[in-house]
């Protein structure tokens, strides 16, 4: 199995703020990564495909970046409704896998 | 707008089989392939597997032996069989729509999620 691993698992920042969380792949997963937010009680959202695709809808303040092995999630300009749980997912292999998630708080 | 519902027992007995169907409106089954996705308490997500349009599958290796999943066309759903359950198994049961643009797959649909506890 790719084994994806979030880092940090989770962080405090101020509305305004700008936040990265990183997910690095076990191995090589060239741009397959995805990015999906969850409230608490809540479905999880896709955020980011195919490493940096915003999906519609999404605010412009979330960017996702990188290839390989590492990769990158930006949120610009924290909104209050952005405190929430982050987790990536890769689709290179046939057998897909999610990163363990890090919690974004109000500081 | 693409809905999908969860719906199953919410309490299973240690060593049985967990059955949940998930209910897909606002579009055909026929034209994706689908996902079960689960999350014990407090915890991340894990992928359990999935089944194409065509009803082939791919399970995830950890649960390989013990989970099973089908399509009902006729009736727009899609199952998930998990058997010889333990505490373990309890969690967030999540089923997700599997869109594909050229060769990048990702979630965009998710059902609601349901929560099955494994005890006696």
């Known amino acids: 199995d790719i084994q994806m691993t979030q880092s940090p698992s989770s962080l405090s920042a101020s509305v305004g703020g700008r936040v990265t969380i990183t997910c690095r792949a076990s191995?090589?997963?060239?741009?397959?990564l995805n990015w999906y937010q969850q409230k608490p009680g809540k479905a999880p959202k896709l955020l980011i495909y195919a490493a940096s695709s915003l999906q519609s809808g999404v605010p412009s303040r979330f960017s996702g970046s990188g290839s390989g092995t590492d990769f990158t999630l930006t949120i610009n300009s924290l909104q209050p409704e952005d405190f929430a749980t982050y987790s990536c997912q890769q689709s290179y292999s046939t057998l897909w896998t999610f990163g363990q998630g890090t919690k974004v708080e109000i500081k | 707008q693409v809905q999908l519902q969860e719906s199953g027992p919410g309490l299973v007995k240690p060593s049985e089989t967990l059955s949940l169907t998930c209910t897909v409106s606002?579009?055909?089954?026929?034209?994706?392939?689908w996902s079960w996705i689960r999350q014990p308490p407090g915890k991340g997500l894990e992928w359990i597997g999935y089944i194409y349009y065509s009803g082939s599958t791919n399970y995830s290796p950890s649960l390989k032996s013990r989970v099973t999943m089908s399509l009902d066309t006729s009736k727009n759903q899609f199952s998930l069989k998990l058997k010889s359950v333990t505490a373990a198994d309890t969690a967030v049961y999540y089923c997700?729509?599997?869109?594909?643009?050229?060769?990048?797959?990702?979630?965009?649909?998710w059902g609601q999620g349901t929560l099955v506890t494994v005890s006696s």
């Open positions: 191995q090589s997963i060239s741009s397959y």
């Open positions: 997700a729509r599997v869109t594909s643009v050229s060769s990048w797959y990702y979630f965009d649909y």
């Open positions: 606002g579009g055909s089954i026929s034209d994706y392939s």
